[in-house]
C-alpha cells in the first residue's frame, strides 16, 4: 500500500506533508524547494496549464485566466453573500452553473472550482512523487471546521479529480492541534483555541480535547482578512508616494504594481524579524522624462503597523464572539495555537496575547501546521502511528424544518459518527393525510440560512383526528457521513426513507467526465514544453479508463 499524504488545501496556499520513516511528521518541497503552493491556476490561451508561485506570477498578465481563491467557491451557490463579494473582487469571471453553484469562466469555457482545485492537488500529489519516488494515491485533506456537507464532498470530489482518494476529510484546526502535540498533553478535558491569519481569511476555532477525542465549541473569523490585506496597505502607500515623487502612477504598470506587490509581501516577512528592511526595485518604471525609476525605500516595523492597525484590530471580535458562543471566557483556554503564516507577525501574536490573555503557541513554521497534522493523522488511519484515534463527527446541526420557517436540530453538530437519533410526531389537522419533512443542516433557527439536504413525505396516512397518528423519524450517519432518514406510521408500520450522500454540486458522471476530458486533453497538454517545476505535468494514473456509473447522486 503506498503512503498517505497529508494536504492543506488553502485559500492563498497549500502545503503536502507525509509521515517520514521515524513517525515524524514531515512537509515535501518542490524540486524548487518551495515547501508551501500559492493555490493559484492559470490557463494560457493554447491550454497550457499553470499551477503555484509561475501561476501567481502570470496575474499580471493573464489576470482573467488565473484563478485563485477558488476554496472561496468550492459547494458553494452564486448567490452566497460571501461569493457575490468575492465575485466582485476577483479579476476573473465567476459565473452560476446551471445548478444555482458558483463556477468560474475562463477562456470563455466554465470551469468548477472543484476542477481548479483539482489541478492545486494533482501538483502537490505530484510534489510528493517526487519527494517520495513512489505513487501516491491516498490522501488526507483538510478544510475548515465550518465547512458544511457541500463542501466537504465537492473536496472530495475535487480529490478524485486529481486521482487522490480522499480516505478522510479533517477539520484545520484538528489538524493544527494535533501537529501541536494537544492531545498528548495532561489529563482530563483540555480547552485550546486555534488561531488562524493565513494570505486571505482568518479563522479562529475553540475547541476541547479529550481522550483523543476533538471537539470543535464554536468557529468565527473573517473570510474577507489576511495577509495580502497587509501587502496591499504597503503597496498602496508606495504607489502614492510614487506618483507624489515622479508623477506617475504604477497601477496602470502591471509588471511594476506585479513586482511591488512581491517586494512589499518579502519586506512585511522581513519585519517579522528585524526592525527595518529595505525594498530596493532598479528600473521600476520610467518617469515622465522617461529616465529609470530605480526604486528604493527603507520600511520600518512603526510604519507597517501604522498602516495596518485597523486590520490588526479586525481580528478581536471574531475571537470574543466565538469564546462567547462556546460559553466560555478567555480565561477558559489552556492555550492558543497559531496558525497560518501572518501570525509570525511579532505584532499578531501581540493581539493574540492581548485578548487571551496569555501568550501563544508558536508552532515552528504556522504556515505547515496544517499539513503536519494532516500527515499525522493519515499516520494514524495507516496504523503507523498508536496515537489515539480521532473520532469523526458531524459539522452542523442536522435537523426539520418546523413551521412556516423555523428549524428544529434532530442530531445536534459534533455528534460522534455513527450517531442516531429519533423523533416522534403527531399530525396537526384532522385527517391529515401526508407528512413531509424538510431535511436540512445548519445551526441557524431561520430554516432559509440553512441548507436544504432533502425531504422525506410520508403519504396515506391512517384516517382519525388531529394528534392521533403517530410519525417515528430515525435519522442515522454512518461513517461515510451519509444520512439516512426513514418515517414510519407507528398504527400501520407503513414507511418511507431517503438516503442522502453529501452532494458537492458535481454528480459522479460530471467527476468522471472531468476526469476523461483531461484524458482526452493530455495528448495536447504532453507535447507543450515543461519549464520548471510548477507546470502542469500529465498526470498519469488517472488516466486509466473510467466508466461513468450509473449517475444516482443527481
Ligand atoms: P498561509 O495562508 O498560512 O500560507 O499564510 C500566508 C500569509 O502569511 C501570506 O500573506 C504571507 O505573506 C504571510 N507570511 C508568511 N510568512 C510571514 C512572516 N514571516 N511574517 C509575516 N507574514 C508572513
Known sequence: MSRIIGIDLGTTN???AVLDEKGVPRTLSSADGERTLPSWVSWAVNGEITVGTRARRQAVTNASATVYGSKRLIGRKVNAEDVAWFAKLAPFRIVAAPNGDAWVRVHGAPISPQEVAAHVLRR????????LGEPVTRAVVTVPAYFDDAQRQATRDAGQIAGLDIIRILNEPTAAALAYGAHRVGEGRRIIGVFDLGGGTFDISIMSVENGIFEVLATGGDSALGGEDWDRRMLERIVDEVFDQHRVDLIGIPMAMSRLREACEAAKKAL???RETVIQLPFLANDQHGAPINYERKLTRELVQELTNDLLERV???CRRALADAGLTAADLEEVLLVGGMTRSPAVQDIVAKIFGKKPSKGANPDEVVALGAAAY????????????LLDVTPHDIGIKVGDSG????????SMLPCRARRLFATTSDNQRFVSIELYQGESTDITKNRKLGQVVLDDLPHGPAGSVRVELVMTIDVESILAVSARELRTGKEASVKIRPSGGLSQREVVEIINRRRNESSIVSTLPLEGGNVMRVATREQAAVKPPDDTDK
Request: contains cysteine; negative net charge.
Open 316 to 318: 478581536e471580535a471574531p
Open 378 to 389: 493519515a499516520g494514524i488511519l495507516a496504523g503507523e502511528s498508536d496515537e489515539a484515534a
Open 124 to 131: 502537490l500529489r505530484q510534489i510528493a512523487e517526487e519527494a
Open 272 to 274: 517579522s524579524d528585524g
Open 14 to 16: 497549500s502545503c503536502v
Open 407 to 414: 428549524f428544529s436540530a434532530v442530531l445536534p453538530r459534533n
